[in-house]
């Protein structure tokens, strides 16, 4: 039977104060062959969820950089699986984080920010981590950052993902410390 239970927003923020500026041994570093943003934020919002959807092709999930999915490091496939997760946990009973578009005003600590250019094409993944002020700040890979005003990012387009829970089958045992400290993936 699947259950929702709430996604740890500050076990998301948590882990991307430790790994903003710095590499989890635990993945690949996909920097300078097409950027880690979303190889981060997917490690981030794993913290904050400890449940990967492993259906091969149309999952969230890594295992290795050759058995991984293309939604956790990739900016458009994250964008679709968590937004189609819960037609798809309809359809399919599937498992897995899930969220839905959002305005700016919506999104708080733990939520998802994407950044496109003139032509509407994504490029880019960051974590909200603090909001100061009425200002989002993120966190992020590739041009590594904590905590930066999103104010500063020259883009054209922003979308907003809110992660509204988590969906899982039974009990999930916390990954956090397994992940925080660079030891274990979930499931492995």
């Given at each position: 039977?699947?259950?929702?239970r ?19 041994p635990?993945?690949y ?7 880690d ?11 904050g ?9 149309f ?12 939604a ?11 937004t ?16 839905r ?24 993944t960051l ?11 993120v ?21 907003f ?5 988590v ?11 397994g ?10």
């Open positions: 039977m699947i259950t929702v709430p996604y740890l927003r500050e076990a998301a923020v948590t882990y991307a104060a430790r790994w903003a500026k710095d590499r989890n635990l993945f570093n996909f920097t300078g062959i097409g950027g943003c979303t190889n981060f934020v997917s490690q981030c919002v794993l913290a969820s400890c449940v990967m959807n492993f259906t091969p092709d999952g969230w999930y890594y295992r290795s950089v050759n058995d991984r999915a293309p956790f490091t990739g900016v458009e496939y994250f964008w679709d699986f968590f189609r997760v819960p037609a798809f946990l309809r359809a399919n009973g599937g498992i897995g984080p899930f969220g578009a959002a305005t700016r005003e919506e999104v708080t600590p733990g939520d998802v920010v994407q950044l496109a250019d003139a032509a509407g094409d994504f490029y880019h974590l909200i981590t603090a909001v100061r002020e009425g200002e989002l700040l966190s992020a890979h590739s041009n590594d950052v904590y905590n930066r005003p999103l104010s500063e990012y020259d883009a054209p387009q922003k979308r993902l809110r992660i509204e829970g969906a899982c089958a039974g009990m999930i045992p916390s990954c956090f410390a992940l925080y400290t660079g030891r274990r993936l979930p499931f492995s």
